[in-house]
């Protein structure tokens, strides 16, 4: 009886869960901050000032 209750829990529970954790993380972690980070702030802070002076 005791066979039939526990036969191979251990494979069943955790097969392979090392090759699905780390499969890709990096891409999905940090595709690309950078750009969504500052597109392009420096257009949008002056963009054409001196018009505005004359």
């Given at each position: ?14 097969p ?39």
């Open positions: 009886q005791v066979e039939e209750e526990k036969p191979k829990p251990v494979e069943g529970e955790k392979e869960p090392i090759e699905e954790e780390k499969q890709k993380p990096a891409e999905q972690e940090q595709p690309k901050p950078v750009e969504q980070e500052k597109p392009k702030p420096a257009e949008e802070e002056k963009p054409e000032p001196i018009e505005e002076e004359k």
